[in-house]
Nanobody, 124 residues
């Protein structure tokens, strides 16, 4: 079992930055692949970024490529999502997720464990 807890969301102006954190317990982040997803108001959950268990492979949605960066700190058992140059369309509830298969995955259905989510609001 993996328990995930997101933090770091909030209200930011367009062009600003936020760093989300996902603290894991139950398993180490080096033993699972991790992903970030988001759900904008009135829309389905969508893929944002993923990192393999080794940290050597990452993959991003086209909409965030070049602006967002996913990383893992094994010592803190935490995965981060650094978000720069934020846009109003990035407004969503952001979720972190973990999957036992250690390679990157871009579909919500590929993940067994989910956090409760953290709200990110970008004002124009």
């Amino acid at each position: 079992q993996v328990h995930l807890a997101e933090s770091g969301g909030g209200l930011v102006q367009a062009g600003g930055s936020l760093r989300l954190a996902c603290a894991a317990s139950g398993r180490t982040v080096s033993s699972v692949a991790m992903g970030w997803f988001r759900q904008p108001p009135g829309r389905e959950r969508e893929f944002v970024a993923t990192i393999s268990s080794s940290g050597s492979n990452t993959y991003y949605a086209d909409s965030v490529k070049g602006r967002f960066s996913i990383s893992a700190d094994n010592g803190k058992n935490t995965v981060y999502l650094q978000m720069n140059s934020l846009k109003p369309e990035d407004t969503a509830v952001y979720y972190c997720a973990a999957r036992r298969i250690r390679i990157v995955g871009a579909s919500p259905g590929q993940y067994e464990y989910w956090g409760q989510g953290t709200q990110v609001t970008v004002s124009s």
